[in-house]
């Protein structure tokens, strides 16, 4: 059965998941002994080679730009690849469920398959090595995680097969000169979000009010991050389905009003590189995305809108003010014969140093605390300031975005497509009952079997 989850409103750890700025990690490890196992030693796993497979992102594009320095200081080889998300989790979950995936590490989903992976095995329980001092950098500094992003990766029999690199945090992304010319305000409520989009469409000037994604399966998130305001979730710890109640189809109306009738042409195609095209080249007024793939919008040398681009935190809803969150990590596949030097890549991929980098430049937001207050000292940070300060702000409101259930992705999948018809004119009641009705046999088979 799915892990215990509060209902909303209310404040709770759940309701935390992913806040950076939760009190730092204190969940208790194994006990180290140095003396017995000898010092840390980067280069101890010296002219190995891992294979490591990441899903496509501006922050992995940061760790593959310092693969170099990671080599030079380890002597380990790397080869990684990015690939597109949907394609992405395909291959992690054939490649997994093979028993021979082609990878020795891997970045992980957890608001889509962090149970999918827990209830097969099918990554390595990171905290005896944490806990070997000879395997893990005394600069490492395990208390620096916040303790929420800690836990989204810990799995309900006790492993931990995860560490925190990026919590997506959706946040709002709004072109300050178009708002300023129709004296739009920045909205905080999804009324007031519904009311800018449509002041702010203007197809004759090829302008759209909102874009956001429309792309089955990738649509789902904006939906449910709805939901959120609504005040419930989409599926509770105990197994009761609000997907087709009046928040949800209040949220799928609100989604259709701003996609389908403030949205650009071709929108049912768009996923988030779509999205970010279509603000960047300065045909949206708003978006709504996760701020990993917002800040490059304020990028001079990527968008035109650079020096138009602002970011807010996501507009409260009618009964409440949520932070939708997707947490995400990295681990290793537990059947790979190069634990050590996977394990070498995992923890440098999640140490400071590069998550202070993923912060300053803008690429995502961190499950570490000092990286934020790095931020705010850097001198030239890449990172705008108004996006550092809404993600700081969505910490604080943070909630997962998606159902803590192992069929996550047949969720999105199921519910992307009714979502899909309600952009062809499809009724949002009567597409969220169909959706209903077809993903309960699959939640009842891959919960309770």
Request: aromatic residues 8%; charged residues 20%; glycine residues 8%.
């Amino acid at each position: 059965m799915a892990t215990k989850r509060p209902h909303l409103p209310g404040l709770s750890r759940r309701t935390l998941l992913g806040s950076t700025l939760a009190t730092a990690a204190a969940a208790s490890l194994p006990g180290r002994d140095a003396a017995a196992q000898g010092a840390f030693d980067w280069k101890r796993f010296k002219g190995e080679k891992i294979e490591v497979t990441l899903q496509k992102s501006p922050f992995h594009d940061v760790l593959q730009k310092a693969e170099a320095e990671f080599t030079e200081m380890t002597g380990i080889q790397i080869a990684s690849e990015q690939i597109p998300e949907q394609q992405y989790r395909q291959k992690l979950a054939i490649e997994f469920a093979s028993g021979k995936p082609s990878f020795d590490a891997c970045y992980v989903a957890m608001a889509t398959q962090k149970r999918m992976f827990g209830k097969g095995k099918w990554l390595a329980d990171l905290r005896p090595l944490i806990a070997d001092a000879s395997m893990t950098s005394p600069d490492f500094d395990y208390g620096d995680f916040a303790k929420a992003a800690i836990e989204a990766g810990v799995q309900s029999d006790g492993r931990m097969d995860t560490l925190p690199i990026t919590n997506h945090y959706n946040i709002l992304m709004l072109n300050k000169e178009l708002l300023q010319k129709k004296g739009v305000a920045v909205p905080t409520t999804f009324a007031a979000l519904a009311e800018a989009a449509a002041k702010l469409n203007d197809p004759a000037a090829g302008v759209s009010g909102f874009v956001g994604r429309g792309l089955k399966n990738a649509n789902t998130p904006l939906w449910t991050g709805f939901m959120l305001g609504m005040g419930v979730d989409a599926v509770t710890a105990d197994g009761k389905f609000n997907t087709d109640g009046p928040e949800a189809v209040a949220a799928a109306e609100l989604y259709r009003k701003l996609v389908k009738d403030c949205g650009p042409p071709g929108v049912a195609g768009f996923n988030w590189y779509e999205c970010q095209a279509n603000f960047m080249q300065g045909r949206a007024a708003l978006w709504i995305d996760t701020a990993t793939v917002g800040a490059p919008v304020a990028d001079p040398k990527k968008s035109r809108v650079a020096d138009k681009a602002g970011f807010a935190v996501m507009p409260a809803g009618p009964k409440a003010h949520r932070g939708p969150v997707f947490a995400s990590g990295v681990g290793i596949a537990a059947v790979t014969k190069k634990v050590g030097p996977a394990w070498y890549w995992v923890q440098w991929a999640s140490g400071k140093q590069i998550q202070t980098r993923q912060v300053v430049g803008g690429h995502g937001a961190s499950g570490r605390v000092s990286p934020y207050e790095a931020a705010r000292k850097a001198q030239t940070p890449e990172a705008p300031a108004e996006w550092l300060d809404a993600v700081i702000a969505s910490t604080k409101i943070a909630y997962p975005v998606l159902p803590d259930i192992v069929a996550a992705n047949e969720f999105r999948d199921v519910f992307g497509i009714a979502l899909t018809n309600m952009l062809a004119d499809g009724d949002p009641a009567t597409e969220l009952k169909k959706a209903t009705e077809a993903f309960k046999p699959i939640y009842e088979r891959t919960e309770k079997s």
